[in-house]
């Protein structure tokens, strides 16, 4: 036989959780009350008990009702008026009420209580069997009422755990992202997002018909500092060289360590000579900086090759890094510590 509903509800929910319904009984009489008391009395329950409707209405302020039986003979103030306020009220206006009455049937009294707000109306003497059954019928739906919003309340809050929990995890996800975009030494960018990067903005210098240059470094006689000083302190160096590069350029312009001891720079909306005088003086600041590691301290130099879009009409961005890369290699060739554009002859 399956189990009532209602058991369920009531195990669930008052006995795991240690919850009570409350019920409140109004009657001016106290023989009344503790009648009422004896016939309810059960586990689940817990029955608070007024003498008045003032009485009453000032512990529907402080309790959370599943259901009122409310005596409709009483001085001061009667059941019908009481209902009224308790109707009238917003925190109030929602708990039932049953009208428990010794007084007579005449359809205008009953007419009169479901006016002021009852959903059921008992005469004494009362029948327990039909009270009980009563009580169960409201002490149920309260409880699933309650369950309810304990649901919904352990909604919200898991819906409020998840929308933190995808914020960390895009957090995260950025985090890892641009970890993934970038040299782990020197904090520049690295190669692999150079590429995406150079290849976007090619395009896009392509498409807008505007000039994009790029300048390509490299550390003169850097095998010769990791053997005499160690590969600890060419990490230093490595370190101060991507300083330099990034006190140096525009926030506009991207910085990139392009592999060993070379590094890249792309330089938006820059033709050949911006981007020929920000090689030079880099060049010379990286010149005059000095590298310590509280041990050992020297200074290096740097050589640069140079390439624009506008200047040397590379067919993609790879052409234009090959162009920088060969400007490079003569700029080494003729002594180092120098800046070659592409194409062109020295001056002296």
Not at 123 to 136: A, G, H, R
Not at 199 to 224: G, P, W
Not at 320 to 348: M, Q
């Amino acid at each position: 036989m399956p189990v009532p509903l209602s058991r369920v509800f009531r195990s669930k929910y008052y006995y795991e959780e240690n919850m009570k319904a409350n019920i409140l009984l109004v009657d001016d009489r106290k023989e009344n009350l503790l009648a009422l008391e004896k016939i309810l009395k059960r586990p689940d329950l817990e029955i608070k008990k007024a003498c008045s409707g003032n009485e009453a209405l000032s512990l529907v302020l402080d309790f959370d009702f599943a259901l009122i039986l409310l005596d409709v003979q009483m001085p001061d103030m009667d059941g019908f008026e009481t209902a009224e306020l308790m109707r009238g009220d917003e925190k109030t206006k929602h708990i039932p009420i049953i009208f428990v009455t010794a007084i007579s049937k005449e359809p205008r009294y009953i007419f009169r209580g479901y006016e002021s707000g009852a959903v059921d109306y008992l005469f004494k003497p009362l029948d327990p069997v039909i009270l009980q059954s009563k009580i169960n019928v409201f002490v149920d739906l309260y409880t699933q009422r309650r369950l309810l919003l304990d649901t919904m309340q352990k909604l919200s809050a898991t819906i409020d755990e998840l929308k933190i929990s995808q914020k960390i995890i895009e957090e995260k996800n950025t985090l890892l992202k641009e970890a993934s975009m970038r040299d782990e030494l020197t904090g520049l960018y690295n190669r692999r997002y150079m590429s995406e990067i150079l290849e976007n903005e090619f395009s896009r210098s392509s498409r807008y018909q505007t000039d994009l240059s790029c300048i390509l470094f490299d550390i003169d006689f850097f095998k010769n500092i990791n053997d005499t000083f160690g590969h600890a302190f060419g990490d230093v160096v490595l370190r101060g060289i991507s300083t330099c590069l990034q006190q140096n350029i525009r926030k506009s312009d991207i910085s990139f360590r392009y592999g060993g001891e070379e590094f890249l720079i792309i330089l938006f909306n820059t033709g050949i000579e911006g981007a020929r005088t920000l090689a030079e003086k880099i060049r010379i600041s990286c010149e005059s900086t000095i590298h310590n590691d509280g041990i050992n301290s020297t200074t290096i130099t740097i050589s640069a090759g140079v390439a624009s879009v506008k200047h040397h009409h590379p067919s993609d961005s790879t052409e234009l890094t090959v162009f920088a890369d060969k400007a490079l290699y003569r700029a080494k060739a003729e002594g180092r510590n120098r800046v070659r554009v592409f194409g062109e002859n020295p001056s002296g």
